[in-house]
């Protein structure tokens, strides 16, 4: 039998948890999450995730007719953004750049039938919130 734990930060995790999960957050297990992690542990995003999220709430309308999806190498570079904050100018910089990525999306150059145009890459689904996925971990 296992004895719950009594500490102060382990039952407000346990109680910020179903609180996320009240709002909607999925709950991922711990091999869920390191999974979702690529299993390294190093990894902070949930990148497998993203990428998928990425895929489904991203489209290049090229005509009123015509749609397509971003590049491989695009959602590449787009989670390789949000991965690697300018660290070196400090905090406050990175913090804003990862802001602006979240909330503005990432400017990539696509090929379209032999043109390269520039298109937004957006993280959050703003017009239609209900697309989004938010998951939730133990730390």
Known sequence: MEIPSFKEDHISQILALQVLQTLGYTYLTPDE???YRGN??????LENGLRKQLKEINSIRVSSTETLVFSDNNLKAGIQ???NPPMQEGYITASESVYNLLTLGK?????????KKSF????IDWQHPEQNVFHVCEE
């Open 120 to 123: 937004t890459l957006q993280y």
């Open 33 to 35: 999450a390191l999974a």
């Open 40 to 45: 390294k542990t190093t990894n902070f995003i």
């Open 81 to 83: 953004a949000l991965k």
């Open 107 to 115: 400017s990539l150059e696509q090929n379209i039938d032999g043109d």
